[in-house]
């Protein structure tokens, strides 16, 4: 991948954030809280690798549920729909870890 196709499609991500910044940097802080761990200084660029893994992870829970959606021929995802994602995603990851 060249640098013009990175940046490039770092500005098309950045326009598509499924997770808000605020609610990662909040995730961190709570984590932090949690594990006792005093934070005065958050990596900008850390920040920025979970907020990408968030919004990835989210994009894959909406496309496997979306296939239960489309399958009820509904066009509303319901609850049920991200269940069944969720365990479409949980079977896929244990299988690659078996292979």
């Known amino acids: 991948m060249n640098s013009a196709t990175s940046s490039e499609d770092d500005t098309e991500f ?3 954030e499924l ?3 605020s609610v990662i940097m909040q995730m961190v802080r ?3 809280l949690d594990q006792k761990i005093d934070i005065d200084y958050v990596d900008q660029d850390a920040l920025a690798l979970l907020q990408y893994e ?3 992870y989210m994009l894959k829970v909406f496309e496997a549920s979306g296939t239960y959606t489309t399958a009820a021929h509904r066009v509303t995802m319901l609850p049920k729909d ?3 994602g969720l365990v479409k995603l949980a079977v896929q990851r ?3 870890s078996v292979s």
């Open 94 to 96: 244990r299988q690659r």
């Open 54 to 56: 968030a919004d990835e």
């Open 19 to 21: 997770v808000p910044s």
């Open 14 to 16: 950045e326009q598509h």
């Open 82 to 84: 991200i269940r069944e």
């Open 30 to 32: 709570e984590i932090a």
